[in-house]
């Protein structure tokens, strides 16, 4: 992975300044001395041979038993696993993943029933909690399914469960049924948990090398955990300054489909680690060069508060070479690769955006494969801690989520 960046919107000199501060938070984050220092259980990435091989076993038992694993949860319960199972699946074949138990919308789950059918399916229910409505209404309804469909004792065996190691309703319910159950560790939030059971076991259903991904992220680790030529940091001290110069809005950029969800992901991760005491950047995100056709003109043209990280694909897995065009207008295609043309449009992109005072960082990977992802989320999750620690929140909380709930559940009379 390399960071790229333009000297003219942010200087070297204007990174340096910022030595003694990221030098402060590396230490307090080495010396577990940080705000939310209690939540930094991911910094130090576990192999933990056993666990895995657990999930492994799991995951090839789910694979022969079951056409689908229903995968329940919500937020940092969720967003990882489909970032992961989306950038690395097939863009058109059938995923053996499906989820549910991220939204309330009985049209969602109807259809969801009615799209299981027949099929032997099976469930992990991700709650770190183990009290979040959303999961807790798809859960309710996905089990009655699977009782009705094989009996109590085989629902039972279908049922995986991943929350916290002894608190919990869906802990207490896993003890009394037997269920296979996976820990979500305590000093791991749920945004910064995919690299743990959370997003494995889901992982590995989709038959994705689990080892390679973890590989990867093992790899950043080290790279990431000390303080030169720290890429992490860099990108969090350039995304503060320019947050600084006015560019409250960050959107990370791509050019394949496939990352949708990954931007998914990396808005949660930031918009709840950085999104509070009235501060933060927005994270939001485009997927090009489809949104060049929907958001281009705001991007390019509309309030200079905007600035764009984009996420540099180098090698498609295939590429396509274009054939020969009849029209004179079109010509200039004729022969080249369509990774060639897209790369043209990210270029192009990337220079218009920037002559419209929109700054662009580049993240540039050589391709989207296990050990790629894995890095990447370690990149970003360590990026995310220290922008956090930069301006003064606690990266590690989400209090403002409770405020919705509260009103919800007053309108429910829980
Ligand atoms: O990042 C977080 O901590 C949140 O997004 C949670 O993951 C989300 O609210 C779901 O919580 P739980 O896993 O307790 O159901």
Same mark, same amino acid.
């Not at 992220?217 to 969090?236: I, S």
């Not at 680690?273 to 995100?285: H, N, R, Y």
């Not at 022969?335 to 220079?351: C, D, F, P, R, Y």
């Given at each position: &992975?390399?960071?790229?960046?333009?000297?003219?919107?942010?200087?070297?000199?204007?990174?340096?300044?910022?030595?003694?501060?990221?030098?402060?938070? !590396?230490?307090?984050?080495?010396?577990?001395?940080? @705000?939310?220092?209690?939540?930094?259980?991911?910094?130090?990435?576990?192999?933990?041979?056993?666990?895995?091989?657990?999930?492994?076993?799991?995951?090839?038992?789910?694979?022969?038993?079951? /056409?689908?694993?229903?995968?329940?949860?919500?937020?940092?319960?969720?967003?990882?696993?489909?970032?992961?199972?989306? *950038?690395?699946?097939?863009s058109f074949r059938q995923?053996?993943?499906?989820? *549910?138990?991220?939204? &309330?919308?009985?049209?969602?789950?109807?259809?969801?029933?009615?799209?299981?059918?027949?099929?032997?399916?099976?469930?992990?229910?991700?709650?770190?909690?183990? $009290? #979040?409505?959303?999961?807790?209404?798809?859960?309710?309804?996905?089990?009655?399914?699977?009782?009705?469909?094989?009996?109590?004792?085989?629902?039972?065996?279908?049922?995986?469960?991943?929350?916290?190691?002894?608190?919990?309703?869906?802990?207490?319910?896993?003890?009394?049924?037997?269920?296979?159950?996976? #820990?979500?560790?305590?000093?791991?939030?749920?945004?910064?948990?995919?690299?743990?059971?959370?997003?494995?076991?889901?992982?590995?259903?989709?038959?994705?090398?689990?080892?390679?991904?973890?590989?990867?992220?093992l790899q950043a680790m080290?790279?990431?955990? %000390?303080?030169?030529?720290?890429?992490?940091?860099?990108?969090?001290?350039?995304?503060?300054?320019?947050?600084? +110069?006015?560019?409250?809005?960050?959107?990370?950029?791509?050019?394949? @489909?496939?990352?949708?969800?990954?931007?998914?992901?990396?808005?949660?991760?930031?918009?709840?680690?950085?999104?509070?005491?009235?501060?933060?950047?927005?994270?939001?995100?485009? =997927?090009?060069?489809?949104?060049?056709?929907?958001?281009?003109?705001?991007?390019?043209?509309?309030?200079?508060?905007?600035?764009?990280? %984009?996420?540099?694909?180098?090698?498609?897995?295939? =590429?396509?070479?274009?054939?020969?065009?009849?029209?004179?207008?079109? /010509?200039?295609? $004729?022969? +080249?690769?369509?990774?060639?043309?897209? !790369?043209? *449009?990210?270029?192009?992109?990337?220079?218009?955006h920037y002559d419209g005072?929109?700054?662009?960082?580049?993240?540039?990977?050589?391709?989207?494969?296990?050990?790629?992802?894995?890095?990447?989320?370690?990149?970003?999750?360590?990026?995310?801690?220290?922008?956090?620690?930069?301006?003064?929140?606690?990266?590690?909380?989400? @209090?403002?989520?409770?405020?919705?709930?509260?009103?919800?559940? +007053?309108?429910?009379?829980?």
């Amino acid at each position: &992975m390399e960071l790229i960046y333009e000297n003219s919107f942010v200087t070297d000199n204007e990174i340096k300044k910022y030595s003694k501060k990221i030098q402060e938070i !590396h230490n307090s984050i080495c010396n577990k001395e940080c @705000p939310g220092s209690d939540f930094l259980g991911w910094v130090n990435l576990e192999y933990d041979k056993d666990e895995i091989e657990r999930i492994k076993t799991c995951a090839a038992k789910i694979r022969r038993d079951s /056409d689908y694993l229903v995968v329940i949860g919500i937020g940092g319960s969720y967003l990882g696993a489909r970032a992961v199972i989306e *950038a690395l699946s097939h863009s058109f074949r059938q995923k053996n993943v499906l989820f *549910a138990g991220n939204n &309330m919308s009985p049209d969602y789950i109807n259809d969801l029933l009615e799209f299981i059918g027949d099929h032997d399916f099976s469930i992990n229910v991700i709650s770190k909690s183990g $009290t #979040t409505t959303e999961p807790a209404i798809a859960f309710s309804i996905l089990k009655q399914k699977l009782y009705e469909k094989y009996g109590h004792d085989e629902a039972c065996k279908r049922i995986y469960v991943t929350t916290d190691r002894e608190k919990g309703l869906l802990r207490k319910e896993a003890i009394d049924e037997n269920y296979e159950t996976f #820990t979500v560790p305590d000093n791991i939030g749920g945004r910064y948990s995919v690299l743990t059971p959370v997003g494995l076991l889901p992982i590995a259903v989709a038959g994705i090398n689990i080892d390679n991904l973890m590989l990867g992220a093992l790899q950043a680790m080290q790279k990431y955990e %000390v303080l030169p030529d720290n890429e992490a940091y860099t990108y969090a001290i350039i995304r503060n300054i320019l947050l600084k +110069k006015g560019k409250d809005i960050e959107l990370l950029v791509n050019y394949e @489909p496939k990352l949708h969800y990954f931007t998914e992901w990396w808005k949660q991760l930031f918009g709840e680690s950085e999104g509070k005491d009235g501060k933060g950047i927005f994270p939001a995100g485009v =997927d090009n060069t489809t949104d060049l056709h929907s958001m281009g003109q705001y991007i390019q043209d509309g309030q200079k508060m905007i600035f764009e990280t %984009v996420l540099d694909v180098e090698n498609p897995y295939r =590429d396509y070479k274009l054939p020969t065009q009849n029209d004179a207008e079109l /010509d200039f295609l $004729t022969g +080249k690769s369509l990774n060639e043309v897209n !790369h043209m *449009a990210m270029q192009g992109t990337i220079k218009a955006h920037y002559d419209g005072d929109v700054p662009n960082i580049l993240i540039k990977i050589d391709r989207i494969d296990e050990y790629n992802i894995g890095w990447l989320i370690y990149f970003f999750e360590k990026a995310c801690a220290v922008s956090g620690l930069m301006l003064d929140v606690n990266p590690f909380n989400q @209090p403002g989520v409770e405020a919705y709930k509260k009103e919800m559940f +007053k309108l429910l009379k829980k």
